[in-house]
């Protein structure tokens, strides 16, 4: 009985641990200072700032796979225990910018375990927020092309390059793909600029900022009479 109550016990014991282990997992990435990736292939995904990190293990070849344990290295270098189950899949909200690493471990029916996986390593980037800029503060320009106005779009990160594309109005202006644009405007009227800018790590993260610009009408060709 008694050896029945200890075997009980510890087992109770290792499974609130583990347990306990899984839902103390430090959040966020598990390295936020190192440099970023310099080129996609660096890492084996790249990911847009708030996006949930999904990952998936080996499927179970001949129904013998008991458990999967996933673990995740927390900023200090220490490999925690954040999942303790059956399937093969493991998902995570990403909260900060950084590097997220993971490994995993299999047992089996016969509680043989696997030897822990290689890192596989995620980098989230940072919230991307452009701003457009317009030289002077001149947001108005003279019909027929007789002024203009020189937009500028900026990141506040420098550690990242971008891709730029300019719109007006919503439609892409073909060749406007730098992070400046000159606007000259035939017709008078009011016309909405924008530029996307994403990651040049992954281009589908991406933010649009935008900026109105006003066409002035010119003054009617004067007449000169004579006078009184």
């Not at 009985?1 to 109770?12: A, N, P, R, V």
């Not at 290792?14 to 598990?30: C, K």
Request: with cysteine.
């Amino acid at each position: 009985m008694y050896s029945f109550i200890k075997t009980t016990l510890t087992t109770l014991f290792v499974a609130v641990t583990m347990a306990v282990f899984a839902q103390t997992a430090t959040p966020g990435p598990s390295d936020a200072t190192t440099a970023p990736p310099t080129s996609a292939a660096s890492v084996a995904q790249i990911l847009c700032f708030g996006s949930t990190i999904s990952l998936k293990g080996p499927t179970d070849p001949g129904n013998t796979y008991k458990k999967y344990q996933w673990y995740k290295i927390d900023n200090t270098g220490t490999k925690q225990l954040v999942k303790d189950g059956t399937d093969n899949l493991y998902t995570e909200t990403s909260a900060g910018a950084g590097y997220y690493s993971y490994q995993l471990v299999i047992t089996n029916t016969n509680d043989c375990s696997s030897d822990i996986s290689d890192p596989f390593k995620v980098y989230v980037l940072p919230e991307l927020t452009p701003t457009i800029a317009a030289a002077g503060n001149v947001t108005a320009v003279c019909e027929k092309g007789a002024s203009s106005t020189t937009l500028t779009a900026s990141v506040a990160n420098t550690n990242f390059t971008y891709t730029y594309q300019w719109t007006r109005n919503g439609v892409d202006i073909p060749g406007a793909t730098t992070n400046t644009y000159t606007v000259t405007e035939q017709t008078a009227g009011s016309i909405n600029f924008g530029v996307k800018v994403a990651y040049s790590l992954n281009g589908t993260c991406a933010q649009t900022a935008t900026q109105s610009i006003t066409v002035v009408p010119m003054p009617t060709k004067p007449v000169i009479v004579a006078g009184p």
